[in-house]
């Protein structure tokens, strides 16, 4: 269940719609109290929590949240007002998984909300290997031969991915799907780039993420010998 905390009808109405238009169940909230008193008798699987709010702003709000053990792995995405860069720094400060900038576009709103809830998923999987390449979804880290490497967020969405079935080809247009929103209209070169850049990161190992001939990629998981 996704909550959508919206002081304005007409807004909270319409995100409304929009995850339950595409796959979600959604409730919402005219004000932080009746919000913030929901909290206590059930949990939602995200928040998408207005800054501006009556009774209890939005800021005040994600503070409570994650001050509260029972509360704060909830993931929350902020909408801010459009100039209000305080509002955004201090939300991604206080623990905030994402925001949203007003006006913003329902697909965007969607789009946000499933890359979230990926990201928050993965946080409790256990750290994936191959023999020396080790990555640490909790961390967000990736060594090689005990050295940490940085990978862009979608490198290091492709990897993991490709970790997690090891031996599995994965076509373009399935790793567009899963590692990029559904809805992105992106084209296959995309993917080839990321996997270039992700081989190269990836020293000797690299070599592990293999082209399958006119199908796409996988990631080869035999041992070293």
């Known amino acids: 269940m996704i909550w959508c905390v919206e002081d304005e009808a007409g807004i909270r109405e319409i995100e409304i719609y929009a995850l339950n238009s595409t796959g979600f169940s959604a409730r919402g909230f005219s004000d932080g109290l009746s919000f913030w008193k929901a909290l206590q008798e059930e949990t939602p699987e995200l928040v998408l929590l207005d800054v501006m709010l009556p009774e209890i702003d939005g800021i005040t709000l994600l503070k409570k949240m994650k001050a509260d053990s029972a509360l704060s792995r909830i993931p929350v995405i902020m909408a801010t007002a459009k100039g209000t860069e305080y509002d955004k720094v201090q939300s991604l400060d206080l623990g905030a998984d ?3 900038v007003k006006p913003f576009g329902m697909l965007e ?4 909300v499933r890359a ?4 928050c998923q993965a946080v409790s999987a256990p750290a994936q290997a191959v023999s020396g390449l080790v990555l640490n979804p909790e ?8 050295q940490r490497i940085s990978l862009t967020f979608k490198e290091f969405a492709l990897l993991q ?3 997690e079935h090891p031996g599995v080809a994965f076509t373009r247009e399935q790793l567009l799907s ?7 209209l992106g084209e296959t070169r995309t ?3 990321h996997i270039r850049t992700l081989r190269q990161k990836l020293g000797r190992y690299g070599s592990r993420i293999e082209t399958v001939r006119n199908v796409g990629y996988r990631l080869e998981a035999q041992n070293d010998g």
Do not use: E, I, K, N
């Open 109 to 112: 709103m969607v789009s946000r």
């Open 178 to 184: 899963q590692v990029w929103d559904t809805d992105f």
């Open 116 to 119: 979230v809830l990926r990201r």
């Open 191 to 193: 993917v080839d780039m």
């Open 139 to 146: 961390a967000h880290t990736v060594t090689v031969d005990g």
């Open 98 to 100: 994402d925001y949203l």
């Open 161 to 163: 991915l490709f970790l």
